[in-house]
């Protein structure tokens, strides 16, 4: 597959399909005319009806059109299963334009040149948290159909992220209340749903859409479950004071604007002795510290300008997330402090992609733009007998998990 970094690199003498009707579709979109491409259509895994004029296709609708060399412009994070998907259905000219994408959010907008701070671009074109979470969607919005293949998607999950499973368990909850704060589409209530027997087990989320693709997975797996949608302008919840055995928070409370005031309606409805474990982005990680400080912002010579936390927050969850924050560990035990809860440090998981990141670890050390701190984070790492790294004895990866317990 290639990669797009100039909307030139991409063919002008054939009609072009754009993968995304989100922002990174708009983006794309918006390069794509300047340049005089023409474009056939946007194709969406969950989006229907047009875009700037384009109908948006189905995935399946694409693949009816039997086009294996049409141009396909994959202008989202998820680029690699997206690539795997089209590759499988015989798609042969698929372009990674993520790359771009990042580069060029300042199109939304219509900036000629990148500002030197990760503001959103104003106006109508600014998501609300629950746009960007309905559109957005860490399983692609992809409909499971049965009960098997939802299973063999947890396991690719939780094998991608080492040590995860051991530290956001879904086992022991038999006869407890299980709430998953922030569950999105799904993945770990299923964990839940087949690993324990909870009395109740509960969904919250702020997306309508996320709820609704959740309800459809975990029905495959035939059991009960109630449903909540979070009001983002409201921390309270719909719950008694004491009421719940357990909260399961996995990527969520770095995406919100007031972390501990959420924490502090947890410590309300837990019940005496119950538990919350949460997982947020680590700073102590080579996410931040190899693949952002110096993979993006100086070999590849993105976001100049930018602090490290501001081309951190383009980064992650797709470059027009509201919030997105990382913290160090003590960072975080602080705030579940001040929000009244007894916490603990259990550990962080670390993707396959970190792994792989680590290859450039020397070609970093080497060069003397390196910041200090990044610098002595890399120098610093040790290993463990998995080949993980470890920094300060702990694993240096993205996701860092926390048990908070109710006094």
Known sequence: ??????????????????????????????????????????????????????????????????????????????????????????????????????????LLSGARTLPSAPSLPGGEDEPTPTEFWSDFNVAQHRAFATAEES???????????????????????????????????????????????????????????????????????????????????????????ASIDLIHSSGVLHHTPDPVAIMREFKRILKPGGQAQIMVYNRNSIFVQLYVAYLQMLKEDHFKGFTLEQAFQRLTDGPNCPISECYTPSTFLDMARQAGLKAEFTGNAISVMELDWLAQRNAALLDPRLPRESRQFLYSLTFDSRGCPLHNGVVAGIDACFRLTAS
């Open 151 to 241: 299973l063999t998607h947890l396991e690719w999950r939780n094998s991608i992220y080492i040590y995860y499973d051991d530290l956001m368990p879904t086992t022991g909850m038999d006869g407890k209340v299980v709430l998953d704060y922030g569950c999105g589409p799904g993945l770990d209530l299923v964990g839940f749903a087949v690993n324990s027997r909870p009395s109740r087990l509960i969904a919250a989320d702020i997306s309508p859409v996320a709820l609704s693709e959740a309800r459809h997975r975990v029905a495959l797996h035939g059991v009960d479950i109630e449903w909540t949608q979070i009001d983002p302008e409201n921390v309270r919840l719909p719950f008694e004071d």
């Open 1 to 106: 597959m290639k990669v797009v970094r100039n909307i030139h690199d991409v063919p002008s003498d054939q009609d072009i399909y754009v993968f995304g009707a989100g922002s990174g579709g708009r983006i794309a979109l918006a390069a794509l005319r300047t340049s005089g491409h023409r474009v056939a259509a946007v194709i969406d895994s969950v989006k229907t009806g047009a875009i700037d004029g384009l109908e948006i296709l189905s995935p399946e609708a694409f693949g009816a059109l039997n086009l294996p060399d049409a141009p396909v412009l994959v202008a989202s994070q998820y680029w690699a299963p997206i690539f795997d998907t089209l590759h499988r259905n015989g798609h042969r000219a698929v372009f990674n334009a993520y790359p771009f994408v990042l580069e060029n959010a300042h």
